[in-house]
């Protein structure tokens, strides 16, 4: 099982940035993907999250700015992120979920500073 996060760096405040995680070794199509961020000692939290059936979640702190997709044939979910602030800045994961396991990508790292 392989998730793949990239997209990350720095970018100013108001700036767009994508993520994309590439997932391969397992039933794709089934698996709710969720996007969490970390920032050092706090806990991971849930920023946006997609269901087999293409349902979004989104953290309220995201709505209206973020947006979470997915693309069966390639096996990728991306996170369309826009208006970026500060606050914004973490360790971004792709967490893949099926009905009997779970999986973490590695993370990739999001700054936004000017």
């Known amino acids: 099982v392989q998730l793949q996060a990239s997209g990350g760096g720095l970018v100013q405040p108001g700036s767009s940035l994508r993520l994309s995680c590439a997932a391969s070794?397992?039933?794709?199509?089934?698996?709710?993907m969720t996007w969490y961020r970390q920032t050092p000692g706090k806990q991971r939290d849930m920023v946006a999250r997609?269901?087999?059936?293409?349902?979004?979640t989104y953290a309220d702190s995201v709505k209206g700015r973020f947006a979470i997709s997915r693309d069966n044939i390639k096996n990728t979910v991306s996170l369309q992120m826009n208006s970026l602030e500060p606050e914004d800045t973490a360790v971004y994961y792709c967490?893949?979920?099926?009905?009997?396991?779970?999986?973490w990508g590695q993370g990739t790292l999001v700054t936004v500073s000017s």
């Open positions: 967490n893949a979920r099926l009905l009997t396991d779970e999986y």
């Open positions: 070794g397992f039933a794709f199509g089934s698996a709710a």
């Open positions: 997609i269901t087999s059936g293409r349902f979004t």
